[in-house]
């Protein structure tokens, strides 16, 4: 059997974000609890913190991208990073040169931290094992999209407003097989406590559940939409309509398409998400899209906070997420980047990085707790 | 070419074991004795406590020339053979002009010169490997050549393969076969199962390979062919082998170090090494090759050694070459993964846990560095192989197959060609890819505590290994 998550480890012990399994759901936690505080300052008239002044953010894309690509820019800018950008074509990678010499370049440009984005599963593991610096996953082939499940689970408790999910009902339609973003979502969605269920086509079902912490899969959406509180659409490419696994996109449209009237089946209330970009008229209809419960918008508004959290939590976080709270024992240089910014913090304290925090004992929403997890 | 005594040995063949030296004088086995004297200036050497053994002989190895000799050439492919143990190699015929003609085939025999070992040439069945028309088969036999393969890929065209199958068999030669549908396993990088799903990567089924070796063993039934099927992955082929063989079918099997090896749960670390074709697969077929070994379904192992520079390695896993070295770890890691002497890890590392039938068990998180996974292999059928039998699939068996047996894997006796490997069974050493005489470096094996050490190979009745040396 393959096992159905790696235990993740405590993101203040996290080296790369390659995979939801290496936050687990502690890391999940925490890593929202720190865009917590990114929220508040995208809000200003200058949304910046120098907290990342002095470091280079490079954006790796070998693959193209339009939302993530600009969320993590956005959010590289927003604390005050450098960004070194790249993408396939117009680079030397057209002239033959290998993965491994053009990120390893990259690493010699002076980056400390490489956003990889490719079509082929495993590059960022790849990347990884190749540089000394972190990386993170922007999306790699079929296999995973742990930013993207990452603001999804944001997008989710912010919509709840709890910070757990436990016995959150959701259904999860389209195509399993090759979504990377089904992928990281059923991991972050089961580690956040929710039951997750799988609709599909037969032939775009993944290959095997081994790894997949979900509670079943079916080819038969309409049984299971009273019951569920949230509805995830995966986007169809849609060439998958050309015959090969499915007969066409009408036909698939039929049969899994979030209409008015499958919407109208589902608890009042539920919630309806999809990555984005919509294919409207396949996923779900426009009147579906506009619904009060389609969170498309915050989910992409959300990117930037979360993004700003992974490399924030990457870059200094080493040095204890504490220093992002107010109460905790002061860490420079991180909270006094922060502070001049204007972002609250108690009493400065001694900067011992290596002792325990005390509890958080302030019961305000959206406020980190200054527990770190256990076994670093 | 001075003489040599071999002294202190135990000599294994195909009649059995016995402790006896051995004089070779010239090329050929003079005399096998115990008390044996050494003729004046004969080079003289202490072979206590190793095995003495027919030279290995490899039936599937990728020496890259002509064309891609960036990643591999006669020369150094055949140093790699010799230090491996190896007194003849197979050479496959796609190469850059592939081998489909009789000029070709001259040409490689003309490579011969620079060859350490004996190096016997497969032709292709079809012109280019296109599958499409067959080539000249007779001209190449009438050259030597008895074993055709399109290998890299199946023959697709079930109508061409029986006639190829026919033409052979009315020429008395071999056809063999790299068992893929291609339309089956499209795009597949890895195995398709668990694993596979939980990596992303697009899933080879072994069905694709059950298919084609369904299907070629009803040819050969037809044809009155003889079948060679190489590189057998998975449990359902086979299944296949033993059931057409029982019922007459003139069919012989190969398998890999690899994939005796390893399982499709090591992809866990991208790590392109590992990706070949057929890719590795699942615990349980892992199993059945071994039992294959034990019940005598499979015949050999053959290395499929497919070296690659590390700018075809260095580049996303989808894109990366398929193929992996072979010859220089072949014999250490059929002794430490099949007769038991060892537990075939990476240097300095506990032994993985062992893994259940059929399911790859998980050591830890993938983000882990020591992620290599150890097939250890678990099927109550297996049993460990006497060194005889490990011999038996790498030497005697593969020599009878290639129709070789003039030359190679013969008992050693008095007036036997002296094509002999010496290693000590017992010896343990670390895999370290760049003391390598290949070209190339892409093998999973770096770091590999394995037992088993070649120290002498002699063809032909020249030492060209000594002491684990290559001589020239």
Known sequence: MVPAARGGSSPAAMRHLLSVNDLGSEGLKEMMRIADFFVEISTRPIPKVPALRGKTVACAFFEGSTRTRLSFEAAAKRLSADIMSFGASGSSMSKGESLKDTVTTIES????????????????????????????????????????????????????????????????????????????????????????????????WPVSLDGWPVEGITCDLDPLLEKADLVYLLRLQTERGAGRLLPSLREYAAMYQLTARRAAMMPKDSLIMHPGPVNRGVEMSSEVAEMPG??????????????????????????????????????????????????????????????DSTPSTRSTPRTPSTRRSAGA | ????????????????????????????????????????????????????????????????????????????????????????????????????????????????????????????????RRGEALAPIGEMASLGVTIFTDDGAGVQDGGLLRAAMEYATGIGVTIAEHCEDA????????????????????????????????????LARVAGARLHLMHLSTAG????????????????????????????????????????????????????????????VVDAIATDHAP?????????????????????????????MLAGTGAGRRAGRPPGRRSGAGAPACDGPPSSAD???????????????????????????????????NTQGGPIVPGAPANICVFDASSSWVVDPARFASRSRN??????????????????????????????
């Not at chain 2, 596979?196 to 697009?202: I, R």
């Not at chain 2, 398929?322 to 890691?333: D, I, K, Q, S, Y």
């Open chain 1, 109 to 204: 440009l002076g980056a400390d931290v490489i956003v990889v984005r490719h079509a082929s599963a495993g590059v960022a593991s790849q990347v990884a094992s190749w540089v000394s610096i972190p990386v993170v996953n922007a999306g790699d082939g079929w296999h995973e999209h742990p930013t993207q499940a990452l603001l999804d689970c944001y997008t989710i408790r912010q919509a709840l407003g709890a910070e757990s999910f436990q016995g959150l009902k959701v259904v999860m339609v389209g195509d399993l097989m090759h979504s990377r973003v089904a992928r990281s979502n059923v991991l972050a969605l089961s580690a956040m406590g929710a039951r997750v269920n799988l609709v599909a086509p037969r032939t775009l």
């Open chain 2, 1 to 128: 070419m001075p003489d040599v005594l071999l002294r202190g040995g135990c000599v294994v063949d195909a009649n059995g074991d016995r402790l006896a030296d051995v004089l070779v004088r010239g090329s050929e086995v003079s005399a096998v004795g115990k008390g044996l004297l050494a003729p004046q200036g004969a080079l003289v050497l202490d072979v206590d406590g190793c095995t003495v053994s027919p030279g290995l002989v490899d039936l599937h190895a990728h020496l890259r020339e002509p064309g891609a000799e960036e990643s591999e050439c006669v020369e150094t492919g055949t140093r790699a053979a010799a230090l491996g143990g190896y007194t003849a190699v197979v050479v496959m015929p796609n190469t850059d002009p592939p081998i489909d003609s009789a000029s070709m085939v001259r040409e490689m025999h003309e490579l011969r010169s620079k060859s350490l070992v004996e190096m016997a040439v497969a032709g292709a069945i079809t012109v280019g």
């Open chain 2, 183 to 218: 339309s089956l396993a499209a795009g597949g990088a890895m195995h398709e199962g668990g694993w596979s799903s939980v990596l992303g990567l697009p899933g080879a089924p072994a069905v694709a390979e059950e298919v084609m070796v369904a299907r070629d063993l009803a």
């Open chain 2, 443 to 472: 093998t999973p094996f770096g770091g590999w505590d394995l037992t088993g050490k070649v120290v002498h190979t002699i063809c032909a009745g020249e030492p060209v290994v000594l002491y684990g040396e290559a001589q020239r």
């Open chain 2, 308 to 336: 690659h520079p590390a700018e075809s390695k260095e580049v996303p896993f989808i894109d990366a070459a398929n193929g992996v070295l072979g010859l220089e770890t072949a014999l250490a890691l059929a002794l430490t």
């Open chain 1, 294 to 355: 389609a969170l498309v918008g915050s989910q992409v508004a959300n990117g930037v906070v979360v993004r700003m959290a992974v490399l924030y939590q990457l870059l200094v976080g080493g040095e204890g997420v504490g220093v992002l709270d107010p109460t905790a024992p002061d860490v420079a240089p991180a909270p006094a980047a922060l502070r001049s910014a204007g972002v609250h913090h108690g009493a400065p304290g001694p900067s011992d990085t290596s002792s």
């Open chain 2, 371 to 405: 992620r290599l996974t150890t097939y250890r292999g678990a099927a109550p059928a297996s049993r460990a192989l006497s060194i005889r039998e490990v011999l038996a699939v790498m030497s005697w068996n593969p020599a009878r197959i290639a129709s070789l047996g």
């Open chain 2, 237 to 296: 082929s086979i299944d296949l082998v033993r059931r057409a063989r029982a019922d007459g079918v003139q069919a012989t099997a190969e398998v890999s170090p690899h994939h005796l090896s390893l399982t499709d749960e090591a992809l866990v670390s991208y790590d392109t090494n590992l990706k070949m074709s057929p890719p590795l697969r699942s615990g349980g077929d892992v199993d059945a090759l071994r039992a294959g070994l034990v019940d005598g």
